[in-house]
DNA sequence: ATAAAGCATGATCATATGCTCATATGTTTA
DNA sequence: TAAACATATGAGCATATGATCATGCTTTAT
């Protein structure tokens, strides 16, 4: 307990600007929310799964059409379908043996958009 | 080079829409500019960047606020803030010394606002 | 000049991540 | 029913990542 107090104090003894930190505190969304945002960008985050969707973006594919255009093992595409899903950011409908998928989100193009014009200086 | 050649054959066989594997591909932007892109989001892929991103959404914040506000350690606050800089999200200015950090970027905003509208639902 | 304060950086470590291999599940065809 | 094909999933492994600790750098104050 006295460690605990020892920081506290050490902690607002730093703070230059309390007003601007408890205006900003005010400001910021709960922190589920903020966790579920970083969440939904580190599934962004991987060069194999933006491939995959800027694919689905075009059309509809099976797994094994995503596996010959990414060159990667059909389970390393598998594995990273059912993260997209688990995202919501992908839907499927089974045809017989096949498995296709398409985009479950309209926003993953605006998102990528606006993503693509901050690269562009 | 016989194994390559039996890779390669074995990958075309699988391949069930031919037509739409070329399609795709056609509209597929540069490897670079994916892996770029990528690169971007697993930026924002880390609960404390995004946190001190909404932070400087509201006001220009030196590090030691920063660290207040996170409660976490000035160095992982200063590491961060390097990331971010580094992805060109962030600028800073010296004013003796402290340093203070602020937005960079109009995009980051837009982006966030469609994550958090995918997120509710 | 020396001490103190604010920030940056390198090293280290524990955890997370993404791929491959092996195998399981489910569907179609012979 | 057995074999072949498309996909899913678990285990294992190598690398990436994010936090802390220790320390260095720069500026201000005494």
Excluded: N, W
């Excluded at 580190?42 to 060069?47: C, E, H, P, R, Y």
């Excluded at 491939?51 to 059309?59: D, E, G, M, N, P």
């Amino acid at each position: 307990m006295g460690d605990e107090r020892d920081i506290i104090e050490r902690c607002s003894a730093t703070v230059v600007h309390e007003d601007t930190v408890e205006q900003v505190k005010e400001k910021m969304p709960e922190d589920e929310c903020l966790f579920d945002l970083a969440e939904l960008f580190k599934v962004f985050g991987d060069t194999t799964r933006v491939k995959i969707l800027f694919a689905l973006f075009t059309a509809e594919m099976c797994v094994c059409d995503l596996t010959a255009l990414l060159g990667l093992t059909q389970s390393a595409v598998s594995h990273q379908l059912r993260v997209l899903k688990q995202a919501r950011l992908i839907k499927y409908r089974k045809q017989g043996k096949m498995v296709y998928y398409s985009l479950d989100d309209e926003h993953v193009k605006r998102i990528f958009d606006q993503g693509l014009a901050h690269i562009r200086h």
